[in-house]
């Protein structure tokens, strides 16, 4: 069972971002859920979103995770919520900042010890898509460090769930895809 | 025909709300008459979209609330359309006077029920307080434990709703956010196989059929009130179960996928067994099975048709089990669960001596962990291992401050 979970902003896309990796991942043969915290939140109140996956059919529905991977795609999150909670020794962190690594674990040493990979998911949108939409530049970088798939099946595979959106922002977003792959650290 | 077809893979990814849509699309719903509320808003706006993009030959009626949705549904049902709707909550109980009118008109309409908490306090999580309190209003229950039982269950409940034997309505449950905001894969059906199970609807006492003129929604004082009541109960009693057996054998010829009534996972030499509904029969499936690798031969039984009450099927179910908990996720108020209460009732007139305790827990959305199960068949074996029921009647799980028990 491999689990995620992801630190948002309502309105950033990380509950799209869980849809669309699970959409993916199912495509391989592997059994999948993607589910979100929200309620009744508004449009930028931070909340979690969550993916698991499993070689067998997941019956598994309690919200309580221990994740493997802890995504966190606002930079402001990893200061204003705990996103350690819940971790395991070997959790793995991929946050967005604009910060290095150094720096970011020297402000936040909930982090120190940990397993963490850094990258500016929010600028990368902004110089790719034209907006602060950081979901589809973690799943590259996420892509990257967990080595789940080629890149660039993991682009074939993203331009069939964003085929609804204009060309336009579908090439931005592969283009998203790959700097986060390629810039993570 | 004069809408388009859509093509599906084999397994999409849906979240419960999704798959339920899709099935109404395959089902070619005639009329759908809706008042969006938090988490079933998606199936009817999905509805919606199907339509505007021609996917369906139907009609949506937007309406002001709740109340005149279920009345909008029940007007296009009795004139003589395939009719459904969702709701939740709040929504579900302003349309609990109009629930009565359908079932008493035996009107087949499908509502799926995405099941929330009632306020106060206001709480848009699931629980099944709307599913509980729906349950004396003549309607057939049948619930959902993941999106896919959304999507096959729809397609059951429209089959034995609209049977000329039958004719009345249906809710298909899922957990809100649980399920119906969970994206899993969903195996699917082609639209012609879909809609073939179901087939054409055939209109029986239909308003729009001006040869045959009838009237619904009569009047009837103490000369013939109690006959309607008690021929609508018995049909409900007798002729649903089986009904709905012979839905879930073709359809299990049809797509591989076994529904039962009372679905029972590792019973036959279960000494403890949880009893419950919705996603948490799948949780507890998974614990059961880590119990039984730590030796406490640990089953599960899902109530998969809440009304009519399997009482037979249960009965069989927990004949040979020594210590059942009944896991009730509304709160009571002043009573014990009513699986509890249905549990008890089916088991009392028989030999079994099973020792029965309730649980009320997840109200608002709370989550049940595996940790709270592992812990309830621990205890449910010391009852075993003591030979009697070690605790009160009625605990909660899950909930902070002190310890509270009844019973």
């Known amino acids: 069972m491999l689990e995620i979970r992801w630190h948002s902003r309502a309105g950033q896309g990380a509950v799209t971002g869980a849809k669309g990796l699970a959409d993916v991942i199912s495509t391989t043969g ?25 070689d067998k059919v997941i019956m598994n529905h309690e919200k309580y995770m221990k994740p493997d991977f802890v995504f966190v795609i606002d930079p402001a999150l990893a200061f204003t919520t705990d996103v350690t909670i819940n971790h395991k020794d070997n959790t793995k962190y991929i ?6 690594k150094e720096e970011l674990v020297k402000a936040q040493p909930k982090l120190e010890g940990k397993e963490v990979y850094t990258v500016d998911c929010i600028t990368i ?15 590259g970088a996420f892509m990257k460090v967990s080595e789940m798939y080629d890149i660039e099946f993991f682009k074939e595979s993203m331009k069939r769930i964003l085929a609804k959106l204009p060309q336009k922002i579908v090439d931005a977003n592969m283009v998203a895809i790959q700097r986060a792959y390629d810039e993570v650290k | ?9 084999d397994i999409e990814v849906w979240d419960g709300n999704f798959a339920a849509a899709q099935a109404l699309r395959q089902c070619q719903i005639d009329v759908v008459a809706a008042y969006p509320i938090t988490p079933s808003t998606p199936i009817v706006e999905g509805y919606a979209k199907f339509l505007s993009d021609n996917y369906i030959e139907g009609e949506f009626v937007m309406v002001e609330s709740e109340h005149a949705a279920m009345s909008g549904c029940i007007g296009a049902a009795a004139a003589g359309g395939r009719v459904a709707t969702a709701t939740s909550s709040q929504g579900f109980a302003l349309m609990v006077e109009t629930l009565y009118q359908a079932s008493g008109m035996r009107l087949p309409i499908v509502l799926n029920v995405v099941n929330r908490a009632l306020a106060s306090p206001l ?26 039982d959304a999507y096959d269950l729809n397609f059951i409940a429209f089959k034995v709703s609209e049977d000329h034997d039958i004719r009345l309505p249906a809710m298909v449950h899922q957990d809100g956010f649980m399920t119906s905001h969970t994206a899993q894969g969903v195996h699917t059906l082609s639209d012609d196989v879909a809609y073939n199970f179901v087939g054409n609807y055939k209109p029986m006492n239909d308003m729009l059929d001006f040869e045959h003129p009838v009237t619904h929604g009569v009047q009837t004082e103490e000369d013939w009130h109690f006959e309607h009541k008690a021929r609508q109960h018995n049909d409900l009693m007798t002729k649903v179960l089986p009904k709905i057996q012979e839905a879930f054998d073709d359809f299990e010829k049809l797509s591989g996928r076994k529904y039962n009534i009372v679905e029972e996972y590792d019973t036959k030499d279960a000494d403890v067994c949880v009893v419950c509904l919705g996603s948490s029969v799948e949780t507890a499936r998974e614990v059961a099975l880590e119990m039984r690798a730590k030796g406490i031969k640990a ?14 099927q249960v009965r069989d179910a927990l004949k040979d089990i020594k210590s059942i908990a009944a896991l009730d996720r509304s709160s009571p108020n002043g009573a014990a669960g009513m699986l509890f209460n249905e549990i008890a009732g089916a088991l009392f007139n028989t030999d079994t001596k099973a020792l029965l305790s309730g649980y009320v827990y997840g109200l608002g959305g709370r989550d049940l962990t595996k ?16 030979g009697k029921v070690t605790t009160p009647l009625q605990q909660f799980i899950g909930v902070r401050g002190p310890k509270l028990s009844y019973l």
Not at chain 1, 95 to 100: G, N, Q, R, S, V
Not at chain 2, 1 to 9: P, Q, R, Y
Not at chain 2, 299 to 312: A, D, L, Q, T, Y
Request: charged share 20%.
């Open chain 1, 30 to 54: 592997k059994h999948v859920q993607a589910f979100a915290f929200y309620g009744s939140a508004k449009r930028g109140a931070a909340m979690t979103a969550y993916n698991r996956v499993d």
């Open chain 1, 95 to 100: 946050i967005t900042t604009h910060l290095t």
């Open chain 1, 125 to 139: 949108a902004n110089e790719t898509i034209g907006r602060p939409i950081p979901n589809t530049p973690m799943l």
């Open chain 2, 1 to 9: 025909m004069a809408f388009d077809k859509m093509e599906l893979k």
């Open chain 2, 123 to 148: 709480n848009v999580n699931g629980d099944h307080s709307d599913m509980y309190l729906g349950r004396d209003s003549g309607w057939i229950q049948i619930d959902a434990y993941c999106p896919q």
């Open chain 2, 299 to 312: 089953g599960v039984v899902g109530i998969r048709v809440i009304r009519p009450f399997p009482f037979e």
């Open chain 2, 371 to 386: 940790a709270h199960l592992v812990d309830l068949f621990k205890e449910l074996q010391a009852n075993v291992d003591a």
